[in-house]
T-cell receptor
């Protein structure tokens, strides 16, 4: 199936831990994104990555670091997790300015 | 920076009633996109509007883009329980940066 897939679907961890979320797209898109959705459903862009150019949202703490081994993958690594990091994280991809295709999301719970 | 405001934040309707959500941008947009997120799901693209004053329909859904390309609306006629979810507008500026509105969570009571 052509899609944006991210793993894991659920992630429960303790404060202070380091964790990663993986994302892969087989749509042949040239741009990938990470979005954070809080409990009020607000969707905030964290990063976009296009042809090795990383665009960072300045409000994102530097504990969050995206890593893109190739055009089809964009992983998200989070250091020293905090309670406020609990949210649903969505990976998405697009081809240029075309609409976004979202993954199914990763629900992160920090205890 | 670009801001996209969306109202209302929540809307409860009786099945069969109409529903409208409104989106306003602080800057002129090159296009606006609409997405629907079912409860527990992920945002799914519905439609894109590009031209000033454009109106598009998808069955019971009507999408409008304002003449100044700074506002948009989504109207659902005769809502059904399958319409439940959160509807997001997303404005694309000339800088190719997509900014999402805060979303409208629609509940349809049977």
């Amino acid at each position: 199936d052509t899609a944006v897939s991210q793993t894991p679907k659920y992630l429960v961890t303790q404060m202070g831990n380091d964790k990663s979320i993986k994302c892969e797209q087989n749509l042949g898109h040239d741009t990938m994104y990470w979005y954070k959705q809080d409990s009020k459903k607000f969707l905030k862009i964290m990063f976009s990555y296009n042809n090795k150019e990383l665009i960072i949202n300045e409000t994102v703490p530097n504990r969050f670091s995206p890593k893109s081994p190739d055009k089809a993958h964009l992983n998200l690594h989070i250091n020293s997790l905090e309670l406020g990091d609990s949210a649903v994280y969505f990976c998405a991809s697009s081809q240029g300015a075309s609409p976004l295709h979202f993954g199914n999301g990763t629900r992160l719970t920090v205890t | 920076g670009q801001q996209v405001m969306q109202i209302p934040q929540y809307q409860h309707v009786q099945e069969g009633e109409d529903f409208t959500t409104y989106c306003n941008s602080s800057t002129t947009l090159s296009n606006i996109q609409w997405y629907k997120q079912r409860p527990g799901g992920h945002p799914v693209f519905l439609i894109q509007l590009v031209k000033s004053g454009e109106v598009k329909k998808q069955k019971r859904l009507t999408f409008q883009f304002g003449e100044a390309k700074k506002n948009s609306s989504l109207h659902i006629t005769a809502t059904q329980t399958t319409d439940v979810g959160t509807y997001f507008c997303a404005g694309d500026s000339s800088a190719r940066q997509l900014t999402f509105g805060s979303g409208t969570q629609l509940t349809v009571l049977p």
